[in-house]
């Protein structure tokens, strides 16, 4: 166990919907990190923040946005969805002096 | 760009045949490469970071050794436990992301 949390485990959906994925970080960490992995893409980086603050933004969809909390969590928005978003959504956490990212359970993403 | 590939892309092991992954990186400033392992369904697990060429780092059966262009990880004596995909992943100097490989997935028998 990791001590990153993500909420929910599976999601099913269809088309033109719009989910919220949840991600709380270990203990003590500010920063968040967002992953996609998908069979023909493998893992890819998709958007940091740092104590509340964008900091870093990969090949992240205009129709996807993210932000951190106050408490540190961060949420994942995706909207008018498709069925090419179908994918596991990963959220990592690391420290302030740390290059290491602790990766949560993942949120499986089903687009019918 | 950060470009990572892993070879092979899948390796079928026996029990107690030790073998190596391997891991050719070619990024601007390395930060780190960071080896992890992914049980299918789940989260990538964390095993090592390595800085330096000439790096090593060993965890039970696992040893990751870094040059100026790749990464090994070893595998010494596989059980079935160890049967799992295993990711290498680059961090630039001036970046805070992860670029990751495709991964080798290996699978032990017993």
């Known amino acids: 166990d990791s001590g990153v949390t993500q909420t929910p485990k599976h999601l099913i959906t269809a088309t033109g919907q719009r989910v919220t994925l949840r991600c709380s970080p270990r203990s003590g960490d500010l920063s968040v990190y967002w992953y996609q992995q998908s069979l023909d893409q493998g893992l890819q980086f998709l958007i940091q923040y740092y104590n509340g603050e964008e900091r870093a933004k990969g090949n992240i969809l205009e129709r996807f946005s993210a932000q951190q909390f106050p408490d540190l969590h961060s949420e994942l928005n995706l909207s008018s969805l498709e069925l090419g978003d179908s994918a596991l959504y990963f959220c990592?956490?690391?420290?302030?002096?740390?290059?290491?990212?602790?990766f949560g359970p993942g949120t499986r993403l089903t687009v019918l | 760009e950060d470009q990572v590939t892993q070879s092979p892309e899948a390796l079928r092991l026996q029990e107690g045949e030790s073998s190596s992954l391997n891991c050719s990186y070619t990024v601007s400033g390395l930060r780190g490469l960071f080896w992890y392992r992914q049980d299918p369904g789940k989260g990538p697990e964390f095993l090592f970071t390595l800085y330096s060429a000439g790096e090593e780092k060993e965890k039970e059966r696992l040893k990751a050794t870094l040059t100026k262009k790749e990464s090994f990880l070893h595998i010494t004596a596989p059980k079935p436990e160890d049967s799992a995909t295993y990711l290498c992943a680059v961090r630039r100097s001036n970046d805070y992301k992860l670029s990751f490989g495709a991964g080798t997935t290996v699978t032990v028998r017993a």
């Open positions: 990592a956490s690391s420290g302030p002096t740390s290059n290491e990212q602790f």
